[in-house]
């Protein structure tokens, strides 16, 4: 079974440095998500992708966090420089338009560590 | 602001026994609603979409527009059913989730 695929898995990071986060959705999905959850929170949305242009953006801290879906395949998320309140679980997911009743197919998610 | 409530962080229940997790939205409408499930080690996943009117492992979701409240109940928990869950409509514009805290159910024995 398909599956969206995040890399990598856990990443531990000094506050000031550049991280980047790689998603790859499932095949044939054209919009893909980003999302941020703190502990003990549910996922927030930062950046929602349609093909390759961004839908929904308008949560993303674009002084240090951008992204970018360039062949409307996979993406890429980037924070830089990273602060001690980034550290979260970022996920992605994917999904196949269905008129409002998408149902979006999440990765196993990039735990981030900022020290 | 366009805000989910979950008012229970955590719900112990005992095999067997009736669950409701509650969830309260904030905004008027009709936003469309679903609930996502994460299990232990697993990715989250959707359990259940309202549209769908369907049960799902034993789980249904009941819309009260009036309320705006869709909560989701199983009539007999199973051990299995132990995972957090999240409750989570579309945002007013229709193009994207917006998640409440979450609820951990605990079923035991």
């Known amino acids: 079974e398909a599956e969206v695929a995040q890399s990598p898995r856990y990443k531990i990071t000094e506050k000031s440095q550049a991280v980047a986060f790689w998603c790859d959705p499932i095949?044939?999905?054209?919009?893909l998500y980003w999302y941020r959850q703190i502990l003990g929170q549910g996922p927030e949305l930062l950046v929602q992708?349609?093909?390759?242009?961004?839908?929904?953006d308008s949560q993303l801290p674009k002084d240090r966090f951008s992204a970018e879906r360039l062949k409307g395949v996979d993406s890429t998320l980037k924070i830089q420089p990273a602060e001690l309140g980034d550290s979260a679980m970022y996920l992605c997911?994917?999904?196949?338009?269905?008129?409002?009743?998408?149902?979006?197919?999440f990765g196993p998610g990039t735990r981030l560590l900022v020290l | 602001a366009q805000r989910v409530t979950q008012p229970e962080k955590l719900l112990s229940v005992f095999k067997g026994a009736p669950v409701e997790l509650k969830c309260n939205y904030s905004?008027?409408?009709?936003?469309?609603l679903f609930w996502y499930v994460q299990y232990s080690r697993q990715r989250l996943q959707l359990l259940l979409r309202?549209?769908s009117r369907e049960s799902i492992k034993g789980f249904t979701a009941d819309l009260n527009k009036g309320e705006t409240s869709f909560h989701l109940k199983k009539p007999f928990a199973q051990e299995e059913d132990s995972a957090m869950y999240y409750c989570?409509?579309?945002?007013?514009?229709?193009?994207?989730?917006?998640f409440g805290k979450g609820t951990t159910l605990s079923v035991s024995s």
């Open positions: 309202h549209i």
């Open positions: 095949s044939g999905h054209a919009t």
């Open positions: 905004y008027s409408g009709s936003p469309e």
């Open positions: 989570a409509p579309h945002n007013q514009a229709g193009t994207a989730l917006i």
């Open positions: 997911a994917s999904s196949f338009p269905a008129g409002g009743q998408e149902t979006q197919y």
């Open positions: 992708f349609q093909d390759e242009s961004v839908v929904d």
